[in-house]
């Protein structure tokens, strides 16, 4: 099992933002910038271009009130998102706080956030996704 499906399993914690049948959005403990959500789908994929086109569409579409949610949370330009997909063998999309493109840069060191940091993101982004 990869780590996401530990999550989505529950034998991980994590800052759950959001969660349906088929996909889960959480914190990110090691984020470019505070807000950084991941979002995945439940059904283990390890490339993000070998999940099917209806679950693609069905994951930008779960992805974007998050998305709507970080942008009016956090100082940003926009939400941005970025498919890496190096560094946990199971499909995923990132979703960042952006006011350039600097800050998806995934090649700076990510120091892993506080649980108080990672709290105030989750209180923040769920806020205002629970009037979205």
Do not use: W
Not at 10 to 36: M, T, V
Not at 44 to 50: E, I, V
Not at 59 to 66: H, R, S, T, Y
Request: aromatic letters at 8%.
């Amino acid at each position: 099992m990869t780590i996401f499906e530990k999550i989505v399993a529950g034998a991980i914690p994590s800052y759950q933002i959001a969660e349906n049948e088929k996909f889960f959005a959480f914190l990110d403990i090691f984020p470019l910038r505070p807000g950084h959500v991941l979002v995945i789908p439940k059904q283990a994929t390890d490339k993000f271009f070998d999940l099917s086109p209806e679950l693609l569409s069905e994951m930008l579409v779960f992805a974007k009130p998050i998305a709507k949610a970080i942008e009016r949370s956090f100082d940003c330009d926009r939400c941005g998102m970025s498919v890496i997909g190096l560094e946990v063998p199971h499909a995923h999309i990132h979703l960042v706080p952006i006011n350039s493109s600097d800050d998806l840069n995934f090649t700076r060191h990510k120091p892993k956030a506080s649980d108080e940091s990672l709290k105030d993101a989750q209180a923040r982004i769920l806020a205002v996704l629970n009037t979205i």
